[in-house]
């Protein structure tokens, strides 16, 4: 190709690039306050207003690490405690972590970097977590940075042996100091991760098994006594950096949980905390579900993604010829499993003999994909892609293992599946014949018309539908949002934020904290026996029993105004209907709705 097109059709590729991240922070930024408060942004928004307000701030598991706190009250304090400041950083780093794609552009090509940025832009899954202060797309995005420093580092690290540096700086020969800035970056990285949330544990012993099986790979552990005794000076400056990372990664998550340097004792108490937490809500299924779970939200909300991510691990994981085999092998296994199951649901003599009645069905389906993700970083040739294939099946694996199943889990394996079916799109299209490209065309072009039909219904038009599976525990806009600006209505009419409000209901009082934040004279958790006579009075509404008796005792000077703050859906297969998977229509309620209802005394003015 001659240099004149070369250079035009790279320029033409950068312009649709960055063309896409301008869609992305669009997508991201536009209308970001339009929605009001979901119940988990509320209880974090209030926790980092107190923090911005009082400086007050204690770790508690059950709302994860401080990272987020911390960075949010600084935005509080620069742009004012907003429900649009509360979600701008999330936004902004969900579009920068496409950004992150291009220091992997010569492992996925031009074509396959484009394709990637834009499964990651338009993202049903990504955009709604860009748009939703919550800790899991700051996770994506320290993820995708330590990912990058380590693919820095290590084409640093064979620079190093040729004594090539890009910034041509070498504290000893053949040492640059890219290597310390990419492992202090990715310390960085790491840490941030663990101060944000207490999945970042099962991300670093995921890691962690990644290097074992690397050393495997490279036969590193044949003798590691010897390399002990008779180190070498890359064996002793390879110790040193390890030494340098476990430092950064201490010294970072010391400062985030103790405001100390490296304060072992309160670093010690934070983990445990951490870990004994989770592990008892695993334990007692506080939020299961099937272990088909996040399978179903993949396949309704990133179908392309899905498919494509699929295609693409057996295309760089597995040759052709052991590609059927292995296929053959998964169903086997699958139909055994099946039967198993069939043995033990219809036989409970021969159930107590069977796996079914000690381990979880995660477990028994999926462990060959654990397997396949092992095996794939000793043998698949290329290392980038035995890590991708290897971090998609094990996230898959663990996350379908553990016993909280929440919509915003999927984006760890959903990051690496995106990454695999852009670059296998972008290698796989020119290559086809005509025939099986256009079958693989009309698939494509349908698939991601769905993707980002999807995405808009529910980023911009049901993004507080209970219908929407990726939606937990909605707040209906309508009613909640009347509630919301009668409450302000009313309180302006009397002494604006210094009006009193009494409220009996507890049950809302996660989501009220953040609405009533400016208001020093709220009563919580009042008896229903008490004295009402405030402007606003808020009452459970359950089988509308307390909000009928309030009635009455306040007589007509109060108005009532009926809503709802949470609604979901316990899904059936039979609600797998065309309606549904295209415009999320149900034709039932919902499972749970909590009412509630809002009394207010306005202010009458006489002319």
């Known amino acids: 190709m001659p240099l004149y097109k070369l250079i035009n059709k790279r320029h033409f590729e950068s312009c649709i690039f960055f063309s896409i991240i301008i869609l992305a922070f669009f997508l991201r930024l536009y209308s970001l306050d339009e929605r009001v408060l979901h119940q988990d942004e509320a209880a974090v928004g209030y926790i980092t207003y107190k923090l911005f307000n009082d400086s007050i701030y204690s770790y508690d598991p059950s709302f994860h690490g401080p990272f987020m706190y911390y960075v949010t009250s600084e935005i509080y304090r620069i742009l004012g405690d907003t429900i649009y400041s509360s979600r701008l950083l999330p936004a902004i780093l969900g579009a920068s972590m496409i950004l992150l794609l291009i220091p992997f552009r010569r492992y996925l090509g031009n074509s396959g970097m484009l394709f990637a940025a834009f499964f990651l832009a338009l993202s049903p899954s990504f955009l709604y977590y860009s748009r939703f202060y919550r800790e899991d797309i700051f996770i994506s995005f320290f993820t995708m940075l330590a990912l990058t420093c380590a693919v820095k580092y290590a084409e640093t690290f064979d620079k190093d042996r040729h004594h090539i540096s890009f910034l041509n700086l070498h504290f000893i020969a ?17 840490s941030s991760m663990a101060a944000l949330k207490e999945n970042a544990y099962i991300t670093m012993a995921l890691i962690t098994l990644f290097m074992f099986l690397f050393f495997i790979r490279e036969q590193y552990l044949k003798s590691p006594i010897d390399r002990m ?37 309160g670093m010690k108490i934070s983990v445990e905390k951490a870990i004994s937490h989770w592990y008892e809500m695993h334990r007692i299924q506080r939020m299961g579900g099937p272990y088909f779970f996040y399978l179903g939200i993949i396949a309704l909300y990133e179908l392309p993604v899905l498919v494509f991510g699929i295609l693409s691990m057996l295309y760089y994981g597995f040759s052709d010829r052991k590609k059927g085999k292995l296929l053959i092998i998964l169903l086997l296994y699958w139909v055994a499993a099946g039967i198993m199951y069939l043995l033990a649901k219809n036989y409970a003599f021969a159930g107590r003999f069977l796996p079914t009645s000690y381990l979880q069905s995660s477990i028994i389906i999926f462990i060959p994909l654990l397997l396949l993700g092992i095996i794939g970083v000793l043998y698949i040739r290329n290392l980038f892609f035995a890590f991708l294939i290897y971090w998609a099946l094990a996230n898959f694996f663990v996350y379908s293992y553990v016993q909280e199943k929440v919509q915003w889990l999927v984006l760890n394996p959903l990051l690496p599946l995106a990454i695999l079916s852009g670059v296998y799109l ?47 525990a909605s707040q209906p806009p309508q009613e909640f949002s009347e509630f919301v600006t009668k409450m302000f209505e009313i309180s302006s009419q009397y002494n604006n934020q210094s009006t009193r409000i009494q409220i009996t209901d507890e049950n809302l009082e996660t989501q009220l904290l953040w609405y009533t934040r400016h208001y020093p004279y709220v009563e919580w958790r009042m008896s229903m026996d008490a004295r009402f006579d405030a402007p606003l009075i808020v009452t459970g509404d359950a089988n509308e029993t307390e909000a009928d008796v309030m009635q009455r005792n306040l007589g007509s000077d109060y108005i009532r105004l009926n809503s709802a703050s949470l609604s979901w859906y316990r899904f059936r297969p039979s609600d797998l209907t065309p309606e549904f998977i295209l415009f ?24």
């Open 174 to 190: 053949g040492y640059s100091i890219e290597r310390i800035f990419y492992l202090a970056l990715m310390g960085i990285s790491l």
């Open 229 to 265: 005794i008779r180190p070498g000076k890359e064996f002793i400056i390879l110790i040193a950096e390890g030494v340098f990372l476990i430092l950064v990664i201490l010294v970072v998550f010391s400062l985030f949980y103790t405001g100390n340097i490296l304060d072992i004792a």
């Open 426 to 472: 972008g290698e796989l299209l020119p290559g086809l014949k005509i025939r099986s490209r256009a079958l693989t065309v009309v698939f494509l072009i349908v698939s991601i018309l769905f993707f980002v039909h999807s995405s808009i219904q529910l980023n911009f038009i049901n993004y507080a539908t209970a219908a929407e599976p990726m939606v937990q």
């Open 584 to 607: 999320r229509n149900l034709n039932r309620p919902p499972d749970y709705e909590h009412r509630f209802a809002l009394f207010y005394k306005p202010v009458i003015k006489y002319g």
